[in-house]
């Protein structure tokens, strides 16, 4: 099967599904929880915005021109505090419309440790899942990103903001957390003009990962490096794929790279 790499499209179910898209072909991931399969990167990097050849990617799957011009790639998507699309001010007016202007949660989830978070109303639980989370909460609802934003901003001086991406590979847990009461603490340190965003509904979400083995000590494959390997799949976890040789490898890294994959 060939293709060009993007991330995996996953399902909220007792155990998440994953399936990558390669071209024509839609994969059912989790099947191949056991099987060999050999990765063969072709050289060929399309951007995932325009289509065209890249020499390199930038934010995960872009060419430089979209990387400057694309909303997609604007710096309030990883910073939601900087998004002014409720001031008008955009790349692309229409795409804010559906994509800033929505209702956003901000939220507590556990993957290597307790974070912070924000993401669109439509993107839960997908974005706790591409995070490797186990469980997950909502503190806050505002009607667009940048409050979100300011709710986030004002709670990194007490959360983690960021994932140790190994140790949340790992399945390394520190201790139990009480999701109920660190939401209230959260919502405790908010500034006044920002407690009417709370979210009244305390349900708390659990995700289980299909991962037969979780790796000891993680290495990462670099497909630049290594363009041809063969391994057998023992799990999936956020958007790695997890090997029973102890390595990984970040599947939305390489959005945009042409690959063969073979199941052997």
Partial sequence: MTGNINKM??????????????????????????????????????????????????????????????????????HPELDMAHEGISRDMEWAKTFSLAEHFVYLAYSSNLKVGVTRFNQIPTRWIDQGATKAIIIAKTPYRNLAGQIEVALKQYFADKTNWRKMLQNITDIPVDFIAEKQKAISFLPDELKQYAYNDDTITELKFPVERYPEKVKSVNMEKTPMFEKTLAGIKAQYLIFDDDTVINIRKYSGYKIDLEIL
Avoid: H, W
Wanted: aromatic residues 12%; positive net charge; hydrophobic residues 35%.
């Fill in 9 to 78: 499209q996953t399902k909220f179910t007792d155990v998440v599904e994953y399936q990558l898209n390669l071209g024509d072909n839609e994969i059912n991931m989790n099947s191949l929880i056991g099987k060999r399969l050999r990765f063969s990167y072709s050289g060929i990097i399309n951007c995932v915005k325009c289509g065209r050849k890249t020499n390199k990617s930038f934010a995960q799957g872009f060419c430089y021109p979209c990387f400057l011009s694309a909303p997609e790639a604007d710096p309030g998507i990883m």
